[in-house]
């Protein structure tokens, strides 16, 4: 099993993507560490312990990180698409467990240094605050990362909280920056291959049934799927999140390609754009998500959601 940590900010997608790694036996969910990004530190850490209390998890330890972007405070986050409290307006039952009290990059740190190297897949699915954070303060600790699959960027879609950016890569450009630019295997799970990806309301309604945690799923996903259509005119919703976790979870699910990709971090309209090079297949850069069976990833998804039933 593929000891895992998912670095998150949940957020009605964050929630779905912890639920299909806990019902994944390819995996093992070792940590979650939380990040500000779509509604705030505090009610991100929050949910997290609840969504694992849901699943009967509270045993995987939960570490809170940045409150903030690395640099510049962000103008908005996105209550407008997850509820104010991030889940949809959907209130979970409080965890009897507290937050772990060490800070996540230690947490994290201490989780890599404690596997061999090269065997822990770091799944990112929000702002990449922490994991800039790990290289800067624990750099020996990060280079024993096996992977890391983030959810965020776009290729060739443009942008979903701007024209430029995708709304991970927007809320810490300069920490986007710093990951992508780094040494660290990264796959880049952007626009490109989860905007297709649309779990509709028939999918949710096979899983809607299974239990608690099937139905308070599908409690949180209404408020995404009542977004989407207003924001984007879509049947369902983009399960960006979930889907990289499923590469993450079976590694190849994505076609990728290596590419060399820029993150903008100026102050104008290209802020937070992953600019990416397709002109060329890079010799080190990033393996950049670029095709995706939409059709077998949303039954993926739900297949797994559905094995909470029993
Ligand atoms: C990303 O932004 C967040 O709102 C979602 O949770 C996802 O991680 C999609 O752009
Ligand atoms: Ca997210």
Not at 45 to 64: I, K, Q, Y
Not at 247 to 262: S, Y
Request: proline letters at 7%.
């Amino acid at each position: 099993r593929i000891p895992l940590v998912i670095d998150t900010d949940p957020g009605i997608d964050d929630a779905l993507a912890i639920l299909l790694a806990l019902a994944s036996p390819e995996v093992d969910l070792r940590l979650v560490t939380t990040v500000h990004g779509n509604v705030e530190l505090a009610q991100v850490t929050e949910n997290a312990l609840r969504v694992l209390h849901l699943a009967g998890r509270s045993d995987v330890p939960v570490a809170a990180g940045a409150a903030g972007p690395l640099v510049h405070l962000l103008p908005e986050r996105a209550g407008h698409v997850h509820g104010t409290a991030g889940l949809g307006g959907v209130e979970l039952p409080p965890s009897p467990v507290p937050v772990d009290p060490r800070p996540a990059v230690v947490a994290l740190a201490e989780l890599l240094v404690a596997h061999d190297p090269g065997t822990v897949t770091v799944a990112p699915i929000g702002p990449l605050t922490n994991v800039a954070l790990l290289l800067h303060v624990f750099p020996e600790a990060a280079a024993r990362i096996g992977r890391v699959v983030w959810m965020g960027g776009s290729a060739t879609r443009g942008g979903n909280v701007t024209a430029a950016a995708e709304f991970n890569a927007w809320a810490d450009p300069e920490a986007a920056a710093a990951v992508l630019g780094s040494d660290l295997p990264v796959t880049m799970v952007g626009l490109d291959v989860t905007l297709p990806t649309v779990l509709t309301e028939a999918g949710i309604a096979r899983f809607r049934h299974a239990g608690p945690v099937g139905a308070a799923a599908a409690g949180f996903l209404r408020q995404y799927v009542d977004a989407a259509r207003d924001r984007y005119g879509i049947d369902g919703v983009c399960v960006h999140d979930a889907l990289a976790l499923t590469e993450a979870i079976v590694p190849g699910t994505l076609g990728t390609v290596r590419r060399d990709v820029v993150v903008g971090t100026s102050l104008g309209a290209d802020r937070g754009q992953t600019l990416v090079d397709r002109r060329t297949v890079a010799d080190r850069g990033v393996e950049v998500a670029e095709t995706v069976d939409s059709g077998a990833a949303v039954e993926f998804l739900v297949s797994r959601m559905c094995s909470y039933r029993s």
